[in-house]
């Protein structure tokens, strides 16, 4: 083939100038680094389980999401990753997030109005952009936007609408060289379970201790009976630990963005494996969720230490014996011929590594970049835990 016989392209489209583009990315990142906020304050908050489960893994595509904004917005030559404040319009559609007081008021606005309205603008995006010129653009947003939707499938709300003037919130101005601080919601008493859910003081009585318990004293339930009781209450300790990380990210704004991305991924990996555990539960072992009753105990005992306490004393401490654990029941399910109980641990010890690696990387982080002060940390606040690692001095 010679040159002049190539087929033609298409002709470019031009879309939009650079300038308009970072201005529709910054309002874009406003809305999703506030969706990953406030879903972070309020998952502890949602009584039903699918729904935890839903926002667990809704939060962790809106932080990667922010995370490639961010990427996109410096490309872009701007300022800064960070886009200045988002303009009066924007700021009464997050305001409004904001005020819910309660777990389906927050789900109506973020499902029936921000993230619509996150949706739409995107829309408008894609049509109006330049695919060829902009195709790190179209790129993005194209993966945005199809997580965007599926979102709004996957959580009960009240029906789509924004306020009026939102539509294109991607046209909004932007405040540059101002900042919008994010706002933290009060202290938890305890998360929220289903409905049919018992909740008591002290939860499941037929759980020993020698189930939590490290080297030969471990006893690995292998009688149906107990097996019921055992995956119920490690459900439960499930979505106790997605709910701990959940308002780590919160409860922290001022950390680095990739705290939250780490929290983030955490709190989805914790709801993914009490839905394992659901599935389990119904399917191989013959009980359900709410069975039994549950208590927050340990929950209170770690939530009631600061940010490095928790990461000290969970992902250093908790996560990290919960490995040995793991892969002793692990061995002596296959012996058993229990394969997929087993492959379920196999899985759990596998997804530790980097939950107590977070503990590490923002532990240390907190303690001026020093490991070896965190080390030091770990092995000070260990000193508060009795035999199953639960604190036991506050
Ligand atoms: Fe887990
Ligand atoms: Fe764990
Ligand atoms: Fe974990």
New binding site residues.
């Given amino acids: 083939m010679r040159p002049h016989e190539r087929p033609a392209p298409a002709p470019l489209k031009g879309g939009y100038d650079v300038d308009e583009n970072a201005i529709r990315f910054s309002n874009y990142f406003h809305v999703l680094r506030e969706l990953v906020h406030l879903t972070c304050g309020w998952l502890p908050l949602v009584p039903r389980f699918e729904d935890k489960l839903a926002l667990g893994e809704h939060l962790h595509d809106d932080a990667r999401a922010v995370t490639k904004v961010k990427r996109r917005l410096y490309e872009l030559r701007h300022p800064s990753d960070y886009p200045g404040a988002p303009g009066a319009e924007l700021t009464t559609l997050l305001d409004a997030m904001n005020a819910a007081g309660k777990p389906q008021e927050y789900l109506d606005v973020a499902y029936g109005q921000v993230k619509p309205a996150l949706a739409r603008a995107i829309r408008t995006h894609l049509d109006a952009l330049d695919p060829v010129i902009d195709e790190p653009s179209l790129r993005l947003l194209q993966q945005v936007l199809a997580r965007q939707d599926r979102h709004g499938l996957e959580i009960a709300h009240a029906p789509d609408g924004a306020p009026p003037g939102f539509a294109d919130l991607g046209a909004l101005e932007i405040r540059l060289r101002e900042e919008r601080p994010l706002t933290v919601m009060a202290p938890l008493v305890e998360p929220a379970r289903d409905a049919f859910v018992e909740v008591t003081a002290d939860g499941d009585p037929y759980l020993t201790d020698e189930l939590y318990v490290n080297g030969d004293e471990n006893h690995v339930p292998l009688a149906p009976e107990e097996q019921h009781h055992f995956f119920h209450g490690l459900m439960d300790a499930?979505l106790s630990?997605a709910e701990l990380m959940a308002r780590n990210s919160h409860e922290h704004p001022e950390m680095p963005w990739d705290f939250h991305v780490d929290m983030a991924r955490?709190t989805w990996?914790?709801v993914r494996?009490a839905k394992v555990h659901d599935i389990l539960m119904r399917t191989e072992l013959g009980c359900a969720w709410g069975d039994h009753p549950v208590g927050f105990a340990y929950f209170r005992s770690i939530y009631a230490y600061d940010l490095l306490g928790r990461l000290v004393l969970f992902?250093g401490t908790s996560?990290q014996k919960?490995m040995w654990r793991h892969s002793h029941r692990r061995k002596v399910l296959l012996e058993q011929g229990q394969d997929m109980v087993a492959m379920v641990f196999d899985y759990?010890l596998a997804?530790?590594v980097p939950?107590v690696h977070n503990g590490v990387r923002w532990g240390s982080y907190l303690l001026g970049g020093d490991e070896a002060a965190y080390r030091e940390k770990v092995r000070e606040l260990r000193g508060d835990l009795d035999r199953t690692g639960k604190p036991v001095a506050r």
């Fill in positions: 499930e630990a955490q990996d914790e494996h992902n996560e919960a759990l997804d530790e939950h």
